[in-house]
T-cell receptor, first 113, second 114 residues
Framework: GEDVEQSLFLSVREGDSSVINCTYT??????LYWYKQEPGAGLQLLTY?????DMKQDQRLTVLLNKKDKHLSLRIADTQTGDSAIYFC?????????????FGQGTTLQVKP | EAGVTQFPSHSVIEKGQTVTLRCDPI?????LYWYRRVMGKEIKFLLH????????ESGMPNNRFLAERTGGTYSTLKVQPAELEDSGVYFC????????????FGAGTRLSVL
């Protein structure tokens, strides 16, 4: 089956690193994604990783993929108050030829000044 | 270039009424998706269009929901009659042909059924 799980809430202090975790069940996932939703806004694609990679870095963002454990994480270095948002983990299962996304429930990141 | 736009941003209706949501994808994007997030839960796929054709409507909850994309441009999602459990945020996304995995999302329509 296709299922994506995330913790619901994370609170950090400005300047610290944030690590948001996600687990998924579909071992055939092709792509895994992190989306960010700020209040009143749509979903913004932050980054994505292909399933044959284990790490991707983009400025302050680092994505780690442990395919054996079906675990995906997003690390935000030097977290800023502007990073406060809901972060959604998502996957595209191989079984889907339409590219539909399977999302987790979202992790609310609160950054305290 | 304009992004994905959705209208209205918020709709409040009574149970039993009809509501139509609209999505304008990014110009030239063949793929158009509808998703829904209910009560702070996960965002769930509803259906996928390629141009005007429905490719996958496996996520549509029941026959009270009707999606159309006449002419392969904008899409509408009609709920008739609306029930309380239809409340949530409806997102539309689009992607270009050959790049289904890069989906651009609209801000969503918040539907409240009272």
């Amino acid at each position: 089956g296709e299922d994506v799980e995330q913790s619901l809430f994370l609170s950090v202090r400005e300047g610290d690193s944030s690590v948001i975790n996600c687990t998924y069940t579909d071992s055939s996932s092709t792509y895994l994604y992190w989306y960010k939703q700020e209040p009143g806004a749509g979903l913004q694609l932050l980054t994505y990783i292909f399933s044959n990679m284990d790490m991707k870095q983009d400025q302050r963002l680092t994505v780690l993929l442990n395919k054996k454990d079906k675990h995906l994480s997003l690390r935000i270095a030097d977290t800023q108050t502007g990073d406060s948002a809901i972060y959604f983990c998502a996957e595209t299962p191989l079984s889907s030829n339409t590219g539909k996304l399977i999302f987790g429930q979202g992790t609310t990141l609160q950054v305290k000044p | 270039e304009a992004g994905v736009t959705q209208f209205p941003s918020h709709s409040v209706i009574e149970k039993g009424q009809t509501v139509t949501l609209r999505c304008d994808p990014i110009s030239g994007h063949d793929n158009l998706y509808w998703y829904r997030r209910v009560m702070g839960k996960e965002i769930k796929f509803l259906l996928h269009f390629v141009k005007e054709s429905k490719q996958d409507e496996s996520g549509m909850p029941n026959n009270r929901f009707l999606a159309e994309r006449t002419g392969g441009t904008y899409s509408t999602l009609k709920v008739q009659p609306a029930e309380l459990e239809d409340s949530g945020v409806y997102f539309c996304a689009s992607s270009p042909f050959g790049a289904k995995n890069i989906q651009y999302f609209g801000a969503g329509t918040r539907l409240s059924v009272l």
